[in-house]
């Protein structure tokens, strides 16, 4: 039984296939919009399916929790799941995910990755048409969608090791998809005049000009020229057998050691009151390092055996650290 982190990763990338595959379609109505929310629907998804790989895939990570109030009028002390209006168990939204993804688990996302979620959120929010009204607009949909589309393949790849880029991840280039080059100014809303300024912010937000893996926005260009010569590389895709076949594979340790040193750490420090990253934790996590249960040591690039090496950690370790800090009161959704 596939575990139900990967569930949900099946999900979040039909969900970005299917926001590629709408935008990829000749122009119609409501196309950015549908792409942006489908786009979305991704993001929740894989930000939802990382927190139950970080949390042994334990529902309770991702469920809301709250007081309930009492006969006297007074809140509960304990703490009750939330439902919704068809009687089921209230999840967390997208930022809710991304909050505990940094302030559970030590992960926060890069600025520029997060700036361009934002962007994509807020162009879903706005729910407006826009692509045959202002060209410009058009075009800046397009740079973050495709910077997007990008951040999503990294993103897969860093956290399940699992490599999606061939799948067709790219948003077809405007030259492809608009009639003219330069569309008929029909005037712009407030509405969009506001957008447009809160996309062209993201673009400046602290952190992001720094960030070296993710982006923001990205521009494609593309040329093409009919030649007889032999200059350009060429390339086929072949199912043939015999065909010479370039392949890298990895072991996928991270649905059993999900943990980066970080995430550990920030655990830790959840999980007792008196810990304290020093020697004493050091040498603790060293000495359990050898148990293949608790860590295993991958390659950064694969394909470089003499490489540089990161250690992944189990959620199964967390309780060999009880004998040595004292444990903090847990509430109903500290799942570890």
């Known amino acids: 039984m596939r575990p139900r982190s990967r569930l949900f990763l099946d999900k979040s990338i039909g969900a970005m ?10 122009v119609f109505d409501y196309r950015e919009e549908s792409f942006a929310i489908l786009t979305t629907n991704a993001w929740e998804l894989l930000l939802k399916a990382r927190l139950l790989q970080l949390a042994s ?66 162009i879903r929010d706005n729910a407006v048409h826009f692509v045959n009204k202002d060209f410009t607009f058009a075009r800046s949909i397009h740079e973050i969608g495709t910077a997007a589309v990008k951040n999503y393949v990294l993103s897969v790849r ?13 948003l077809m280039p405007l030259a492809f998809l608009s ?22 912010e993201q673009k400046k937000a602290p952190g992001v000009s ?17 030649t007889k010569t032999s200059e350009g590389a060429k390339f086929n895709m072949s199912a043939d057998p015999d065909a010479i076949a370039m392949r890298v594979e990895e072991k996928d340790i991270r649905d059993t050691h999900p943990w980066s040193y970080d995430n550990l750490s920030k655990r830790l ?30 390659l950064l690039d694969p394909g470089n055996p003499s490489g540089l090496k990161k250690k992944f950690y189990s959620p199964n370790i967390i309780k060999e650290f009880d004998p040595y800090y004292d444990r903090v009161k847990t509430t109903p959704n500290d799942d570890l």
């Open 17 to 26: 296939l299917a926001a590629i595959e709408i935008y990829n379609k000749p």
């Open 57 to 122: 895939n334990k529902l309770s990570t991702l469920l809301v929790y709250e007081y309930r109030t009492k006969i006297d009028g007074t809140a509960s002390e304990k703490l009750y799941r939330k439902k919704n209006r068809a009687g089921n168990f209230s999840t967390i939204g997208l930022f809710k995910a991304i909050d505990v993804l940094a302030n559970k688990y030590g992960e926060p996302l890069s600025p520029a990755l997060k700036a361009n979620i934002e962007a994509i959120v807020e």
């Open 158 to 170: 860093q956290w399940f090791g699992v490599d999606i880029s061939s799948q067709g991840m790219f």
């Open 179 to 200: 009639n003219s080059k330069i569309a008929d100014g029909l005037g712009v809303s407030q509405e969009e005049r506001q957008l447009m300024t809160f996309l062209a």
């Open 210 to 226: 720094t960030d070296r893996s993710f982006d923001v926005a990205l521009t494609i260009e593309v040329s093409m020229k009919r």
């Open 269 to 298: 420090s959840l999980r007792y009151s008196n810990f304290k990253a020093n020697a004493q934790y050091h040498q603790i996590r060293k000495s359990l390092e050898s148990d293949l249960k608790f860590c295993r040591e991958r």
